[in-house]
C-alpha cells in the first residue's frame, strides 16, 4: 500500500514539472518493494529526462547502432510505455518521444519503413 502511494506522490511530482524527483521516489519504491508497475513509471520519467534520442532509447552517444538494434531498443520501450499498458501520466507523452526518437534515428518516415504488428513481425522470422 506504501508502494502504491509513494507512487501516486511521484506522479504529483511530475505532473509538477519534478521529473527528477519523481524518478527518486519511483526508484525508492523499486528498491523497497515488489510492486508490479514501478518499472513502467521508472521508463516513462527515464525518458522525459534524457538528454537527445539516443538516451530517449537508453542508447550510449560513443557508439554506432545499427537499425536493428535501435528498432529492438524501441520495441522492448514500447513494451513498457504505450498507454493502453502504462498507466502513468507520464506514459503518452515518453510513448511518443520514443516513437520519435525511433523514427529520426532510423529515418523511418523517409524510407516508408514500418513495423509489422507483433503477430506479424513474429511470423515474418
Known amino acids: 500500500?506504501?508502494?502504491?502511494?509513494?507512487?501516486d506522490i511521484a506522479e504529483e511530482k511530475f505532473g509538477a514539472g519534478?521529473?527528477?524527483?519523481?524518478?527518486?521516489l519511483a526508484n525508492l519504491v523499486k528498491n523497497l518493494s515488489n510492486c508490479p508497475n514501478v518499472d513502467k513509471y521508472r521508463a516513462a520519467y527515464k525518458v522525459h529526462l534524457?538528454?537527445?534520442?539516443?538516451?530517449?532509447?537508453?542508447?550510449?552517444?560513443?557508439?554506432n547502432y545499427s537499425t536493428d538494434k535501435i528498432t529492438e531498443k524501441y520495441l522492448k520501450?514500447?513494451?513498457?510505455?504505450?498507454?493502453?499498458v502504462n498507466s502513468s501520466?507520464?506514459?503518452?507523452?515518453?510513448?511518443q518521444r520514443v516513437t520519435r526518437?525511433?523514427?529520426i534515428l532510423t529515418d523511418a518516415p523517409r524510407s516508408g519503413m514500418?513495423?509489422?504488428?507483433p503477430s506479424k513481425r513474429n511470423k515474418a522470422r
Open 114 to 117: 514500418r513495423l509489422l504488428p
Open 77 to 84: 520501450l514500447v513494451q513498457l510505455l504505450h498507454p493502453n
Open 101 to 103: 526518437a525511433w523514427e
Open 50 to 63: 534524457a538528454h537527445n534520442d539516443l538516451a530517449v532509447l537508453g542508447l550510449k552517444d560513443d557508439t
Open 1 to 7: 500500500m506504501a508502494a502504491i502511494n509513494t507512487l
Open 18 to 24: 519534478k521529473v527528477k524527483e519523481a524518478l527518486k
Open 89 to 95: 501520466c507520464a506514459a503518452p507523452s515518453a510513448f
